[in-house]
């Protein structure tokens, strides 16, 4: 296994108190694969990605269990600067907003360059050569040109893709992209995917998708982790989640959503809001939104459970719902 | 049919590029919305998509004359409003009111909530008299889901939905004709964008509104819309019942922008028709010549340089009936179905039948 996060927590120490973001989140991303993580705003989705990556704000945040295991290495035990030498090198990520993530006063060029003095040891020229290559790799028309460019003379799909280009400056073997087609419009939404699809099939790359849009999990990934509080709610391969969900969450989600192939009557909606982090309800979190809580859902923290279709069918999907087989068929 | 009660008729929105600082000096002009016209019929739907850039928000704008068009005209219930001013002015825009995309910063943090959907009442007193303010508020609260006790909290104590129907209970506040809605749920959580999309639409049937609705996602903008209006660099290039744009789309962009949006459905990947554009939208300060989408258009040949495609049904469907003959802004328009029909698993209703080409 590539990576593999076992049983994280990170809080956030606030002025009002503990916000638990991450509540003992297990996932894994095997080389060549796609894991989407699915979540709304506070879901603990990109908290995760930023322990795995090293790069959370401590403090305020803090981790607080599991492990971080990256080809077998606890990365949550190593030195920091043994952390900056896999980070970039060996795993990399992709923000959503390039525009604040790419230094304004350093021209692209630059900016690619770095990676490989740093990391490489290579010269200037070695490296504005290297950062010529890597834009003509993602498709940035007259690379040559450009090279010189500052990242306000790009366009949005065009920063996106130099954000691209220098995660896989290294050549990693896991990218985490965060959102990194959110600040885009549709259409150059579409090219910056498929870009990024092709090339982590080309150098068999890990990929950690996360994101709130499912329809590009439903286009790109492979298995999907659904959030919900800082908690795994559902996981299971793409074709059998959207096929049949089996937590009352996931359920909700692909219901509300209105859909390009359907003229719609009225919307299912997921009533109520997400929880406040500071004040996670006791039991199953979703249980005041559910439309299947039970008395045991309010006391009890549902464990991710073995979930099979079809007796004796493993499939590798698990859901965190005590009544997972009703909402499967039902 | 009904007289429409807005009518937009060659509008048309520059904002002037200028050079120096004291002498100023015109170097060009952003041609944010370049000839656009549509209608509104009552109690109707218009959905207005498009790419940023393309001038959808300054359409908004115009619309509710927080802007003066360069040039156009726009007719409410026959009479062009772009001309008015003083009295006149602020009758029209007691029927025409606006809902912001932005929860966070459209409601003023250091008012209370009760003060936030007030205040139209402080510059059209004749709608409530000030001894009934706040039952009215109240009451509004209550139509647009919110707690009425909630009236003397700020809008910092509300999450984005709740203060998506803040605003919305403002925009309601005189009792409007028309709202326009420009990217009312963008900002907010799927789940929540439901509740809002639902309020809406209930909200259209209790009080007869009519809206303008603006935004990017061409799903949301299916579901809520009867008719819809695609535009690309300041014009529209296609406008058409939901179900012609939608199934029937003939200009090219419209078919790229439907291919381009991910379907949440996996077993979609194999069967669909993607087209995947090639490069950025032109700068509105410099628009292409002629058909404004030929230099990302895969069709595109000499007449497109030349020639402006005027927004009429095209030739090849002139005197056809059937979904396919609507306006489109397209030399060699044709139709090419993108959207697989019926749609996946989850659905309900439609039958399942796919066709691609």
Not at chain 2, 89 to 117: C, E, H, W
Not at chain 2, 198 to 209: S, T
Not at chain 2, 256 to 282: F, K, M, N, Y
Request: glycine residues 8%; contains cysteine; proline residues 7%.
């Amino acid at each position: 296994m590539l990576l593999e996060v076992r049983d994280l927590q990170v809080e956030f120490h606030t002025r009002d108190g503990v916000a638990r973001a991450v509540n003992g989140v297990s996932y894994a991303v095997d080389a060549g694969e796609t894991l989407a993580v699915l979540g709304e705003s506070g879901s603990g989705k990109s908290v995760t990605a930023q322990a795995v990556m090293g790069i959370l704000d401590m403090p305020p945040g803090r981790i607080t269990g599991g492990q971080v295991l990256f080809q077998g290495r606890d990365l949550l035990r190593l030195k920091e600067e043994q952390r900056r030498r896999i980070r970039g090198a060996e795993m990399a990520m992709i923000f959503q907003d390039a525009l604040s993530s790419l230094n304004p006063v350093l021209t692209v060029g630059a900016q690619l360059g770095e990676m490989f003095i740093v990391h490489r040891g290579m010269s200037r020229k070695q490296a504005r050569a290297k950062a010529v290559e890597l834009m003509d790799r993602v498709r940035i028309p007259a690379a040559r040109e450009r090279v010189d460019d500052y990242p306000h003379q790009f366009s949005g799909g065009m920063r996106q893709r130099i954000m691209i280009a220098m995660a896989l400056a290294l050549e990693p073997s896991l990218i985490i992209a965060d959102e990194p087609t959110t600040a885009l419009d549709v259409t150059v939404q579409a090219q910056v995917m498929d870009l990024l699809a092709e090339l982590r099939r080309e150098l068999n790359m890990g990929l950690i998708l996360i994101t709130h849009d499912l329809g590009v999990v439903a286009d790109v990934a492979d298995r999907i982790a659904v959030m919900y509080a800082g908690r795994i709610v559902e996981t299971a391969p793409v074709y059998e989640i959207y096929r049949a969900p089996a937590h009352p969450y996931t359920r909700g989600l692909l219901r509300s959503i209105p859909r390009l192939d359907q003229k719609g009557r009225e919307l299912y909606a997921i009533k109520g809001l997400p929880p406040n982090l500071l004040r996670i309800p006791p039991g199953c979190a979703f249980n005041p939104r559910c439309p299947m809580a039970q008395d045991v859902c309010r006391t009890e923290v549902p464990p991710l459970f073995e979930v099979a279709e079809a007796p004796g069918a493993a499939e590798g999907r698990r859901s965190a719902c005590y009544f997972w087989e009703e909402t499967l068929h039902g | 049919m009904a007289e429409p009660i807005l009518e937009v008729r060659d509008l048309v929105k520059h904002y002037p590029l200028t050079r120096g600082i004291l002498f100023k000096k015109q170097i060009g002009a952003v041609r944010a919305v370049d000839g656009v016209s549509f209608a509104l019929d009552p109690g109707e739907t218009l959905g207005i998509v498009g790419e940023s850039g393309c001038g959808k928000s300054t359409v908004a704008k115009l619309v509710v004359n927080l802007e003066r068009p360069t040039s156009g005209v726009i007719r409410y219930k026959g009479e062009d409003i772009t001309r008015l001013s003083g009295r006149a002015l602020k009758a029209v825009r007691r029927n025409i009111q606006m809902v912001f995309q932005d929860p966070y910063t459209s409601l003023n943090p250091r008012m209370t909530v009760g003060d936030i959907i007030g205040e139209p009442y402080e510059i059209h007193p004749e709608v409530a008299p000030k001894g009934d303010r706040r039952r009215r508020v109240r009451e509004l609260l209550d139509v647009v889901g919110l707690n009425p006790e909630y009236i003397n909290r700020y809008p910092h104590q509300f999450s984005g939905g709740q203060r998506q129907r803040i605003g919305i209970a403002r925009g309601l506040a005189l009792r409007p004709e028309i709202i326009v809605a420009d990217e009312p749920v963008s900002a907010l959580d799927v789940s929540v964008q439901a509740q809002v999309i639902n309020l809406m639409e209930r909200l259209q049937d209790e009080f007869g509104l009519s809206y303008i609705f603006i935004a990017h996602d061409l799903s949301i903008v299916r579901h809520i819309s009867d008719r819809v209006g695609v535009m690309y660099l300041g014009r529209l290039a296609e406008i058409g019942s939901d179900a012609e744009i939608y199934e029937h789309p003939t200009h090219p962009y419209t078919q790229a922008l439907l291919s381009a949006v991910p379907l949440p459905d996996p077993t979609a990947r194999e069967h669909r028709d993607r087209i995947i554009l090639t490069g950025d939208v032109p700068s509105p300060a410099n628009p292409p010549s002629g058909c404004r989408f030929r230099t990302r258009c895969w069709k595109a040949r000499e007449r497109c340089e030349v020639e402006v495609p005027e927004l009429a049904v095209p030739e090849a469907f002139r005197g056809l009936r059937g979904p396919a003959a609507h306006p489109s802004a397209c030399h060699f328009a044709e139709e090419r179905q993108i959207v697989p029909a019926g749609g996946g698993g989850n659905g309900e209703g439609r039958d399942s039948r796919r066709e691609t080409q």
